[in-house]
């Protein structure tokens, strides 16, 4: 019993995890339809925030309030300098950002060097559940996974922003034709995103390894579940996520990692190949 | 050159035009539609733009609302140059647009969709008579706007762009797709609010009966250019404008 619930906990952890890193992608790709390949180095310059925190002796949760402020701020001259050249030319697009996940990755690596990092885990308590020792830490994780996401949807889809966001992303020209500044909402939009991303990767940090490939790790997962939940619908994510997340930690657990990789793969095709535009794709909110 | 240029000024003589296009060309991409355009419309003016499909009348619309990007000529509206602003400062300026196919947010409830014209601006409460004006959309205002009918959707097209208070509405085939009874519904309504407010429209439209009960002057478009303008009352003319650019 207790070794299930241990099951459960991981599961939920990874599951929440995996949605927390797709959440900012939500938003640039599957609400603006940014294809950012970038996306996974901008979650590593969030762990990196951590890791320098550290280094610096700095609390913890200092590099978690920084790491949203100093990614997004990369996302904002990122945004300036190359996105909004690009918005609604996906091929473009998917070359812009991975020439920048290059450069990040490089510019990484020229100044921390190709090396892992960790971090330690600002709670150092474990719970003991009938025998076994739970790390404390995770659930934590998993709460603050759990009020970023609501905080999140909350935002999109409770809040004047949220609408105007929506509108913008929806139809840009009939939403300017009302008056809205499209140009700084897809600004704004965007930044939100990355920020999201630099948070993600600062609140992982302490429960992986911190090292200039990191991202794509992350990368193709985070895409995966907003394609098997449906681009476009907000909802889609916590979906896809839950079904990349769940199948991936029950048959790491039971087979192996490689077999649960190749399990996502095979979910992907087949729901892409049943519902196209993925499980919530073409109705919710937008 | 059909009609004549005086004609342009010929309605309101004593105003100076609300909006003046000169010389105006655009396009998409390396196609240019619009080939030197001219057209005022005055204060309280309700003009309507005709012509065959494909003649740029769409293109004008957009261009004058900033969708597409500026290349030569002038639009001054209440004297002030708009010709390079973005869209959302001429919509602030006092331009109001109803595009063709209506494009309101399906997703959104209509009173979501009404909303959006208020966010992020001074003025924070709708026009008190836009409900009297179109009562459905009382009724209607947690529905969501993809559910209403065509001729629904259109009097929340409408309705949007009244929200902010515009003084000016460029109207885009407001009666494409609807049934004819609907379209009369919403001409009346149109008129009823233009008298009352003495808002400006100008008008793109096909429908020759709409045109009528709503406009003072028509201008005619082919090509790119207006071509003749001329008061609404000589359509009735057996070999007139309609018969000369629409074929009619």
């Known amino acids: 019993m207790a070794e299930l619930a241990i099951i459960v906990l991981n599961g939920t952890t990874t599951i929440l995890t995996l949605i927390l890193v797709a959440l900012g992608l939500v938003v640039v790709f599957g609400m603006m339809g940014v294809i950012n390949m970038a996306h996974g180095e901008l979650f590593m310059l969030g762990a990196y925030v951590a890791v320098v925190a550290e280094a610096l002796g700095l609390p913890f949760w200092l590099a978690v309030l920084a790491a949203p402020l100093l990614v997004g701020l990369a996302g904002f001259a990122i945004e300036l300098v190359l996105i909004r050249h690009v918005y609604r030319r996906a091929l473009d697009t998917i070359l812009a950002t991975w020439g920048l996940s290059i450069a990040i990755k490089q510019a990484v690596a020229l100044s921390f060097g190709p090396g892992a990092f960790s971090v330690t885990p600002p709670i150092d308590a474990t719970l003991v559940i009938g025998g076994f020792a739970y790390p404390v830490y995770r659930l934590v994780l998993t709460g603050l996974a759990l009020a970023i996401i609501g905080a999140t949807f909350w935002l999109f889809l409770r809040t004047d922003f949220g609408l105007v966001a929506r509108a913008v992303i929806a139809r840009p020209e009939t939403a300017a034709a009302q008056g809205i500044d499209t140009r700084k909402v897809m600004r704004t939009s965007f930044v939100l995103g990355t920020g999201l991303a630099g948070l993600a990767g600062a609140l992982v940090a302490p429960l992986i390894s911190v090292d200039p490939q990191m991202g794509l790790g992350y990368l193709v997962p985070a895409f995966l579940s907003i394609l098997i939940g449906g681009a476009g619908a907000l909802a889609g994510v916590l979906v896809g996520g839950g079904l990349v997340g769940g199948v991936d930690s029950l048959l790491t657990l039971a087979l192996s990692p490689v077999a649960a990789q190749i399990a996502v793969f095979v979910l992907a095709v087949v729901v892409i190949r049943l519902r196209p535009r993925g499980i919530l794709g073409g109705r919710g909110e937008r | ?248």
């Open chain 2, 1 to 248: 050159m059909l009609g004549c240029a005086s004609c342009i000024l010929a309605a309101r003589p004593e105003m100076a035009p609300l909006l003046a296009i000169e010389g105006l060309t655009g396009g998409y991409g390396r196609s240019q539609v619009l080939h030197g355009v001219d057209l005022t419309v005055a204060a309280g003016e309700v003009v309507a733009l005709m012509g065959r499909n494909g003649m740029g009348k769409t293109t004008l619309l957009r261009r004058c609302m900033g969708l597409l990007p500026a290349r030569a000529g002038n639009i001054t509206f209440d004297g002030a140059a708009i010709t390079d602003a973005a869209t959302h400062q001429i919509v602030r300026a006092g331009l109001g647009y109803v595009p063709q196919g209506r494009e309101i947010f399906d997703d959104f409830s209509v009173a979501d969709n009404l909303r959006l014209s208020l966010l992020g601006r001074a003025k924070t409460t709708m026009p008190a008579a836009l409900f009297t004006w179109f009562p459905l959309l009382t009724e209607r205002r947690g529905q969501r706007a993809g559910t209403l009918s065509g001729g629904e959707q259109q009097m929340l097209a409408i309705a949007r762009a009244l929200v902010p208070g515009p003084r000016l509405i460029l109207l885009d085939e407001p009666s494409e797709g609807i049934q004819p009874s609907l379209v009369h519904a919403i001409g009346e309504q149109l008129a009823a609010i233009v008298q009352a407010t003495g808002l400006s429209l100008l008008l793109v439209e096909q429908n020759v009966d709409l045109v009528t009960m709503l406009a003072e002057r028509v201008a005619f478009m082919e090509r790119g250019r207006i071509v003749e303008t001329c008061p609404v009352a000589d359509l009735a003319a057996a070999d007139g404008p309609l018969a000369r650019h629409l074929s009619l």
